[in-house]
């Protein structure tokens, strides 16, 4: 028996057979260890399995709709997902994940999340229904103003009353003119631009105030037809 190669050698590459491998394996496991302990901690479903994450809030975001969701290195999540959270006090939520930061130093996966806590409910030109959870866009996040700017025509002297800018996942039975209503407010709106290109899985939407209709006007159709 070789001391070096059946005792030393095994030891020493326990964490990997590179000084990178070792240390991310390293990082990793300190991750998993930290991870049930997290203050942070939540339990989430995705793709039918559950998993524990850390759900971590997003400096500046005073309204707690924007965090960050850290999970093992084996959960790889798309973007444009809709996680079903359950925190820590037992509330349940729903976060789209609209970013994943491929850094591959880090011991552990991150995504951008935001908190779906409104529902959109908008009415096609056939007279269907159609729902969906969205978030209501800060003012305040840079990180997607370049995106609703663009949307927008590239103006920058719209009145802010006028419109709300969503965030939402991605549904193919939008279209521009379609009449629409978010959940506690008492307005009515049409939609008047989306992107569903820069981020897969993922659509930002631009609606603007409208007069409210009546249940048997609710239906959109081209602009030629209806008047906003």
């Not at 070789?2 to 030393?8: A, I, K, L, N, T």
């Not at 998993?32 to 524990?52: A, G, H, R, T, W």
Request: hydrophobic share 30%; glycine share 6%.
């Amino acid at each position: 028996m070789s001391y070096y190669e059946d005792v030393y050698i095994p030891r020493v590459n326990k964490n990997g057979t590179s000084r990178q491998e070792r240390i991310l394996n390293t990082k990793i496991q300190d991750f998993e260890n930290f991870l049930p302990k997290s203050m942070y901690k939540v339990d989430f479903n995705y793709n039918y399995q559950n998993y524990i994450g850390s759900l971590q809030p997003a400096k500046g975001d005073e309204k707690d709709i924007v965090s960050y969701m850290l999970t093992s290195k084996t959960i790889d999540i798309a973007t444009g997902s809709i996680l079903d959270i359950t925190t820590s006090t037992g509330a349940n939520q729903k976060w789209l994940v609209t970013f994943k930061d491929h850094n591959d130093t880090y011991g552990y996966n991150k995504y951008k999340v935001y908190l779906l806590d409104r529902v959109l409910t908008w009415y096609d030109k056939d007279k269907r229904v159609h729902t969906s959870y969205v978030n209501v866009a800060s003012s305040k996040d840079s990180s997607v103003k370049d995106i609703f700017k663009n949307i927008g025509g590239g103006s920058a002297y719209r009145e802010a009353q006028n419109y709300v800018n969503l965030i939402m996942k991605f549904d193919s039975s939008i279209q521009k003119e379609y009449y629409c209503l978010l959940n506690e407010s008492p307005r009515a709106f049409i939609i008047s631009g989306y992107d569903c290109e820069t981020v897969p899985g993922v659509q930002y939407l631009t609606i603007d105030i409208t007069l409210v209709r009546d249940k048997d006007s609710q239906t959109a159709t081209p602009s030629c037809f209806w008047g906003s």
